[in-house]
């Protein structure tokens, strides 16, 4: 199964006009030190005194939070886990999930060269979740 991987600017677009939600999949304290505007954070890892271990909810709290139909970009802190949380949503039967490769701070673009990501793009960021949005909130539901 092939993942759509596309640019911040891209990703933005989509965001704006065409009906998509972020889904920011970073450990709640780097999505605390910012993240784009409106995006929920749902950990595909968590960070602790050990580095990053699972968040085995990962799944269950996507499929409580949005439809299977849902319109999703997903982004990360460089393109990693992004791409892996896309991989896992569309093999569970999630229907429209795109990465936005380079994530928040940072990554490669799809020639392998240096892109910078959301945050280094000047695009629209906040370091507060919106009500609702946050994964203390979302994992509640």
Known sequence: MSVKRISPEEAQVLLDGQGYSYLDVRSVPEFEMGHPAGAY?????????????PNFDFLTVVQKTFPKDAKLVVGC?????????????????????????????????????????????GLPTATQAEAGHSYDELKKR
């Not at 954070?41 to 271990?53: E, F, Q, R, S, V």
């Open 41 to 53: 954070n749902i950990p595909l890892a968590h960070l602790g005194p050990a580095g990053m271990t």
């Open 77 to 121: 802190k460089s393109g990693g886990r992004s791409l892996q949380a896309a991989t896992i949503l569309l093999s569970s039967g999630f229907t429209d999930v795109i990465d936005q490769r380079s994530g928040f701070g940072g990554g490669l673009d799809a020639t392998g060269r240096p892109e910078p990501g959301w945050g280094p793009k």
